[in-house]
């Protein structure tokens, strides 16, 4: 009698607590139907919809703009003297060559970035032709991140032409070297107070949405032995063999899956050595790509895959040598996925009904470089796309229509 009374207080303790808990550490959405469905909110929509092949227009003439990582001058003029003609309160270019555009809002709202890169990977790549297919957009760099670019500038001019008076002040950004390692958006954060309330990177698929920062912790793993020809190679060290064998066992190391959040994964993607079939070689290396939500997971990897080397350079008598990356380290903000502003942007996903909505804290995107720096940033979508990163890439016409209306609804919801 006395154990089933003290379960029921336990398991009313345990309900109201969790109640509680919930009510402390969940913030609400922003989102409402009202807000949604407002005439301001169908003045923009209608804006942009009258606006189609303009948009698909000018969506063509900014991805034939050449603009690969370090050569983007040319994307950034073409920006400054938009953001210039919509009548911002300050445009500029800063020291990295990002485009800055600021819409001052009333004293006392948040302060916003909205960011999209200008640069592309298609080094080289000087003669762009974007090819019209129906619903489909071809050319290298027509989603990523061209599309972005364009969903920035059309949001904005939207709101200008409602009449649009913000409360909150937007930074709108049009970076460089975004796909280098976000040193763009880097030098712009060393360049400004880092006051902001939130970071919006505009990249990756629509329905895509990352809240946390994937880190990078991979390498290049050398070892080195003093060779000979295959005739005297009895006993000699043998970088290949410790290559193998080193290969073998860190491809054997435990990497967690779940939580999401310590999500940890690793390849060997190239192995380099010797130079003849028949003399042992001197040099042997090879690369590892080690990615992981988590910091502490990635340092624990590192150390493991060290100790492993150490242990083969024992038992093969090769010497031993690791380069690793530390420049993207991951990061998670401690309740982001619960926070209005992700809330609120999985709410606008939902009610603009987008397919294939994936929340996650894995992301890699120039909102890590905020997240780093415990601002709350998230990524938002662009269209719907193919073949990122190649010749043939694809993005969809339809998507892009969504996305730009999930960034004028964020940017109604936020203020
Ligand atoms: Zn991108």
Same mark, same amino acid.
């Given at each position: 009698m006395i154990r089933k009374y003290l379960f029921s207080c336990l398991l009313i303790f345990g309900l109201l607590f969790g109640m509680l808990g919930s009510v402390v550490w969940t913030e609400e959405s922003l989102f409402t139907r009202s807000v949604a469905g407002s005439g301001f909110v169908q003045k923009l929509f209608v804006f942009v919809e009258q606006n189609e /092949? #303009?948009?698909?227009?000018? !969506?063509?003439? @900014? =991805? /034939?703009?050449?603009a690969p990582s370090g050569y983007e001058e040319k994307r950034a003029q073409y920006m400054k003297s938009q953001f210039e003609s919509l009548g911002l309160d300050k445009t500029y270019i800063d020291q990295a060559g990002n485009v800055i555009g600021i819409w001052k809002g009333t004293d006392g709202g948040k302060k916003i970035v *909205?960011?999209?890169?200008? $640069? =592309?990977?298609?080094?080289?790549?000087? /003669?762009?032709?974007?090819?019209?297919?129906? +619903?489909?957009?071809? #050319?290298?760099?027509?989603? $990523? $991140?061209? #599309?972005? @670019?364009? +969903?920035? @500038? !059309?949001? *904005?001019?939207?709101?200008? /032409? #409602?009449?649009?008076?913000?409360? +909150? =002040?937007?930074?709108f950004l049009a970076t460089v070297e975004e796909e280098t390692g976000f040193d763009g958006m880097r030098a712009f954060m060393d360049s400004v107070e880092q006051d902001f309330t939130y970071i919006l990177a505009l990249d990756g698929d629509l329905g895509k949405v990352s809240f946390g920062a994937l880190g990078f912790g991979g390498g290049l793993v050398t070892f080195r032995g003093p060779g000979a020809h295959t005739m005297q190679s009895r006993g000699v060290p043998n970088p290949n063999l410790a290559v193998a064998r080193a290969i073998d066992r860190i491809c054997q190391l435990d990497l967690p899956v779940l939580p999401i959040e310590k999500w940890t994964i690793l390849n060997v993607g190239m192995i380099m050595g010797g130079k003849v079939r028949n003399a042992v070689s001197q040099e042997s290396s090879f690369t590892i790509d080690l990615r992981s939500g988590d910091q502490e997971e990635i340092v624990k990897v590192q150390k493991k895959i060290r100790e492993i080397c150490e242990k083969i350079s024992l038992e093969t008598g090769v010497k031993w040598e690791i380069q690793l990356d530390d420049r993207s380290k991951a990061f998670q903000i401690p309740g982001a996925r619960d926070s209005a502003l992700v809330q609120t942007v999985v709410d606008i996903l939902e009610y603009l009904e987008v397919k294939d909505i994936e929340v996650g804290p894995l992301g890699s995107t120039e909102a890590n470089v905020g997240i780093e720096k415990g601002i709350l940033s998230v990524n938002l979508g662009r269209t719907y796309g193919r073949y990122k990163h190649s010749l043939r890439e694809e993005a969809d016409i339809d998507g892009l229509f969504l996305a730009m209306k999930q960034i004028m609804l964020l940017v109604c919801c936020l203020e």
């Open positions: /092949e #303009a948009i698909i227009a000018e !969506w063509s003439r @900014l =991805t /034939e703009i050449p *909205l960011s999209a890169h200008m $640069d =592309t990977v298609f080094q080289g790549v000087n /003669e762009i032709h974007v090819k019209r297919e129906g +619903n489909v957009l071809k #050319a290298p760099g027509i989603g $990523d $991140d061209t #599309a972005s @670019l364009i +969903n920035l @500038l !059309w949001s *904005l001019r939207a709101f200008k /032409e #409602a009449g649009f008076k913000p409360k +909150n =002040t937007y930074y």
